[in-house]
Nanobody, 131 residues
Framework: QVQLVESGGGLVQAGGSLRLSCAAS????????MGWFRQAPDKEREFVAA????????YYADSVKGRFTISRDNAKNTMYLQMNSLKPEDTAVYYC????????????????????????WGQGTQVTVSS
């Protein structure tokens, strides 16, 4: 079992920045592909970004590419999402997810994360971007 807790959400003006954190406990983070998803009101949950077990491979949704950066610190069992140049359409509840990546190549694991989501999810943190 992996427990995930997000933090860092809040209210920010368009063009501003926020840094989300996802703290993991229960098992070593190194075993897991990590990802961020978001869900806006009246919309389905969508993929935002993912990062490989060692952090060397990342993948982003087109809507955030060039503005968001995903990273992880396995020694601290923590993942991050640096969000810059925020837009009102980025307003959503942001969730972190973990998927066991042992036995998969980074590409395979990324595909599973983007298509199926995580084995474990956090409770979410609200991000609101005002215009």
């Amino acid at each position: 079992q992996v427990q995930l807790v997000e933090s860092g959400g809040g209210l920010v003006q368009a063009g501003g920045s926020l840094r989300l954190s996802c703290a993991a406990s229960g098992r070593p983070l190194i075993d897991y592909i990590m990802g961020w998803f978001r869900q806006a009101p009246d919309k389905e949950r969508e993929f935002v970004a993912a990062i490989s077990r060692g952090g060397g491979v990342t993948y982003y949704a087109d809507s955030v590419k060039g503005r968001f950066t995903i990273s992880r610190d396995n020694a601290k069992n923590t993942m991050y999402l640096q969000m810059n140049s925020l837009k009102p359409e980025d307003t959503a509840v942001y969730y972190c997810a973990a998927r066991n990546g042992v036995g998969f190549t980074p590409a395979q694991a990324m595909g599973l994360m983007t298509s199926r989501g995580g084995d474990y999810w956090g409770q979410g943190t609200q991000v609101t971007v005002s215009s």
